[in-house]
């Protein structure tokens, strides 16, 4: 059974860089032809897709976040990670990692398997 655990600071500064990563156990993350994805869901709004890495290391991002946003990974350890820079306090969310597959990538009925969240805070 495949697993991802979300980790890293609950708390981030204004203008300072969000950094989160997504520990895989029970399969690779370069298995064809899976890609990797952050979601994120602030306080009272919808779920909303971040970007992804897929299998052979290729990104993709929200238009919306695209300039903010970078996905990286380390095969080694079966693990990716999300950096988004100069946050505000509208970044404050629940920050999800998932499992998905198939060409509709920001629709999250296309992942089957979820770390179970990590809140992120910004403020001073």
């Known amino acids: 059974q495949v697993q991802l655990q979300e980790s890293g600071p609950g708390l981030v500064k204004p203008s300072q860089t969000l950094s989160l990563t997504c520990t895989v156990s029970?399969?690779?993350?370069?298995?064809?032809?899976?890609?990797w994805s952050w979601f994120r869901q602030p306080p009272g709004k919808e779920l909303e897709w971040i970007g992804y890495i897929n299998y052979s290391g290729g990104t993709y991002y929200s238009p919306s976040l695209k300039s903010r946003t970078s996905i990286s990974r380390d095969t080694s350890k079966m693990q990716f990670t999300l950096q988004l820079s100069s946050v505000t306090p509208e970044d404050t969310a629940v920050y999800y990692c998932?499992?998905?597959?198939?060409?509709?990538?920001?629709?999250?009925?296309?992942?089957?398997?979820w770390g179970q969240g990590t809140q992120v805070t910004v403020s001073s």
């Open positions: 029970g399969g690779s993350i370069t298995t064809k032809y899976y890609h």
């Open positions: 998932a499992r998905g597959e198939g060409s509709r990538y920001s629709d999250y009925s296309e992942y089957d398997y």
